[in-house]
T-cell receptor
C-alpha cells in the first residue's frame, strides 16, 4: 500500500518553543492531507484538513494561529505548533489521500510531542 | 455520548481464539473504516466498508446499515494481532467520527 512518513517521530521541547512536524506521501500525490491529535486513551480527533495550494480548514476549537499548517506541495504538509505548552503534549498523526472523495486515507506513523 | 461506540474497550484472548469487536454508530455515514493502531502509534487502514462484508486474510469486517452496526472479526488470533482497533464512520462530507478504540492483547 501507499506510504506516508512523518518526521520527527519523537520531539521533546521546552515550553514556549515552536515545533514543526512534517508529513510526506512517499509514493503518491496527496491532494488532501489531514492532521489528527490523540491524547492518551482517547480517540483520534481531527484538527484540520489541508488541500494542496490552499489554506487549511480547521475544526471547531482548534486555534489556527497556534497550529500552523502548510500544504505547499502534493507530497508534503507541515504542522507547526507555535509557542508550545505542556498541554500541547500529545500524539500528532497525519494522513494523506490521493483525491478529494472517498479514496483510502493512508496514515503516517505519528509524532509524539512532549513539552516540558 | 460518542457518535461511534465500540465494545469491548479492552479484550484479552488466548492465541488461536476467534475475536469479535463491535462498533455502533448514531450518525449518518457513507462508509465505515476499521483501523489498526500498533503499540508505537502507527495506524494502518484495515477495511473501508459501505455494505456487506469484506475479508482480508484472517480479518473479516461486516456492516449492517439498517442496524448501524459493524463488526471486526479475527480468526485464529495471534500475538502479533495485539493492537488497538479503531472504528471510524465517514459521512458524505468526508467528516470522520472515530470510536475510542478496542485494545486487544493476544496471549501466546
Amino acid at each position: 500500500g501507499a506510504v506516508v512518513s512523518q518526521h520527527p517521530s519523537w520531539v521533546i521541547c521546552k515550553s514556549g518553543t515552536s515545533v514543526k512536524i512534517e508529513c510526506r506521501s512517499l509514493d503518491f500525490q496527496a491532494t488532501t492531507m489531514f492532521w489528527y491529535r490523540q491524547f492518551p486513551k482517547q480517540s483520534l480527533m481531527l484538527m484540520a484538513t489541508s488541500n494542496e495550494g490552499s489554506k487549511a480548514t480547521y475544526e471547531q476549537g482548534v486555534e489556527k494561529d497556534k497550529f500552523l499548517i502548510n500544504h505547499a506541495s502534493l507530497t508534503l504538509s507541515t504542522l507547526t505548533v507555535t509557542s508550545a505548552h505542556p498541554e500541547d503534549s500529545s500524539f500528532y498523526i497525519c494522513s494523506a489521500r490521493a483525491g478529494t472523495g472517498r479514496e483510502t486515507q493512508y496514515f503516517g506513523p505519528g509524532t509524539r510531542l512532549l513539552v516540558l | 455520548k460518542n457518535e461511534v461506540e465500540q465494545s469491548p474497550q479492552n479484550l484479552t484472548a488466548q492465541e488461536g481464539e476467534f475475536i469479535t469487536i463491535n462498533c455502533s454508530y448514531s450518525v449518518g455515514i457513507s462508509a465505515l473504516h476499521w483501523l489498526q493502531q500498533h503499540p508505537g502509534g502507527g495506524i494502518v487502514s484495515l477495511f473501508m466498508l459501505s455494505s456487506g462484508k469484506k475479508k482480508h486474510g484472517r480479518l473479516i469486517a461486516t456492516i449492517n446499515i439498517q442496524e448501524k452496526h459493524s463488526s471486526l472479526h479475527i480468526t485464529a488470533s495471534h500475538p502479533r494481532d495485539s493492537a488497538v482497533y479503531i472504528c471510524a464512520g465517514q459521512n458524505t462530507g468526508n467528516q470522520f467520527y472515530f470510536g475510542t478504540g478496542t485494545s486487544l492483547t493476544v496471549i501466546p
